[in-house]
């Protein structure tokens, strides 16, 4: 399963955190030999099934990206990412920051995006589940999400897709709290995480290093807050027009003005 995506608004040009890479022609399709400690697996699946069992959830991010143009200094942007999820097959989004200013609804049928300092929208017909949707908008638009790994049905089998190192750092600090750190390696990036060392091992922090890129870029969130037990309000998942707001086709949607960064959104292929 190819992706990494972010759902509602769009997301981060991420290389697929997990995804298995498609072999270049010619080249063998063995899988690359894997290095992965045992507790760094147990820990990282612990994860994956807690999540895959919830039925519902919300989250807040605060996500943070390099900005590296060419022959300037790094500079580093902050986006802030809410999401709520209600599977199989709804899914809302809100991010506003530095690069963003848009908010997304999954209903089942359709996804739709707002730009809401430009007060657009665009709206695609979408499958009837986050998995296929989250693959549609990668295939199809060029839209890669980040975070949405945790979203998907089975994180732990899309995360470990590609990996070829793993190791269990200990018990580490991460948005306050005690957290078992874990590190990994793909082909074109090095990734860490904290999962929550409590009775809930959800995920608290995620860092991305594009290790093959000038400059070695960084992706990294701090999930801030978790709701599990909430009853999800009625229409949350469903698109209301803003007055004046205009409907434009999805690949008339910009992409964030960013140039040489990570943002936590893209906008379809063929927005600029």
Not at 127 to 140: N, R
């Amino acid at each position: 399963m190819k992706r990494n995506l972010w759902m509602v608004v769009a997301a981060l040009v991420l290389a697929p955190l997990a995804g298995a890479q498609e072999p270049a022609p010619g080249a063998s399709s063995t899988p690359p030999p894997r290095s992965v400690e045992a507790r760094a697996d147990q820990e990282l699946k612990k994860m994956g099934e807690f999540l895959a069992k919830l039925p519902h959830f919300a989250l807040e991010a605060e996500e943070t990206f390099d900005e590296i143009p060419d022959g300037q200094l790094r500079r580093q942007l902050t986006n802030v990412r809410r999401v709520a999820v209600e599977r199989p097959n709804h899914v809302a989004a809100d991010a506003t920051g530095d690069t963003l200013s848009r908010a997304s609804w999954y209903d089942g049928r359709t996804v739709t995006v707002l730009d809401k300092e430009h007060n657009v929208y665009a709206t695609i017909e979408a499958p009837g589940t986050i998995d296929a949707t989250f693959d549609k908008l990668a295939e199809d638009y060029g839209v890669e999400l980040p975070l949405a790994d945790f979203l998907l049905a089975d994180p732990y089998a899309v995360l470990m897709a590609g990996v070829t190192y793993g190791r269990y750092l200990g018990l580490h600090q991460a948005a306050g709290v005690a957290c078992h750190h874990l590190a990994f390696s793909q082909e074109t990036i090095e990734w860490q995480i904290w999962i929550d060392a409590g009775e809930k091992p959800l995920p608290r922090k995620l860092v991305i290093s594009y290790v093959q890129e000038p400059g070695e870029p960084q992706y990294s969130a701090v999930i801030r807050r978790w709701n599990l037990e909430s009853a999800v309000p009625e229409g949350l998942f469903t698109f209301a027009a803003p007055e004046g707001a205009q409907k434009v086709d999805a690949k008339d949607m910009k992409r964030p003005e960013a140039e040489g960064a990570r943002p936590p959104e893209t906008a379809p292929k063929g927005g600029r």
